[in-house]
């Protein structure tokens, strides 16, 4: 048996680039509007390929969303280790403000737009991304926790309800992205969020 087949055949694609091509077809047209035939025309390989190396359609939006967790949203992991509740929340709302509207990439937030209109058959899709968009929350939460027993928040501050509030406020930014406002007018909301920022 030659060494080939002991192998496998090697992919003709580079897989990586292939799932950046298939994030960006997600953020850009949602779970349910993105088809198959927009998928592998993006990411330039047969629909064969795609199942054998990223299985089927809902599983490729897991590893889509786990790439855009890590890259274009990466900025909500950082926010956390800024030293103060006060810059956690700063960074983690112009990091929004940013990433929505980056011009290389497109308007929005993969987490929040995904999957908004789902079918049943969407389903899975929309309850993942409930979860992402809870697990962010808790994220803050915990960090709001720890800001009360360092006295950086107030002994009588809700973590929860301050985490519920600027999830709010970091989602509301990515639809009005969605909508068309500009990074400056974006940032301007941050401003006055700020300004409001009184635990």
Request: aromatic letters at 8%.
């Given at each position: 048996?030659?060494?080939s ?14 799932l ?17 035939t ?16 990223f ?92 800001a ?52």
């Open positions: 048996m030659s060494s087949r002991v192998m496998g055949r090697p992919r003709g694609f580079d897989t990586d680039e292939a950046e091509r298939a994030m960006r077809v997600f953020w850009e047209q949602g779970y349910e509007g993105a088809s198959l927009d998928l592998t025309g993006a990411m330039g390989i047969t629909k064969t390929s795609m199942y054998a190396a299985g089927n359609k809902e599983q490729l939006f897991r590893k889509a969303l786990d790439r855009y967790t890590e890259g274009p949203s990466a900025y909500a992991f950082r926010a956390l280790e800024e030293p103060t509740a006060r810059g956690v929340v700063e960074a983690l709302l112009r990091g929004s403000a940013r990433t929505t509207t980056e011009p290389k990439t497109f308007s929005g937030c993969l987490g929040v737009q995904g999957a908004l209109a789902s079918s049943e058959a969407s389903r899975p899709a929309h309850d993942l991304l409930v979860d992402w968009r809870n697990d962010g929350v808790l994220r803050l939460e915990e960090r709001f926790r720890r009360v027993d360092e006295d950086d928040l107030p002994s009588g501050a809700d973590p929860r309800q301050l985490a519920r509030y600027v999830m709010t406020v970091a989602f509301g930014l990515a639809v009005q992205a969605a909508g068309g406002l500009s990074h400056d007018q974006l940032d301007e909301i941050v401003d006055t969020t700020l300004r409001a920022w009184n635990p």
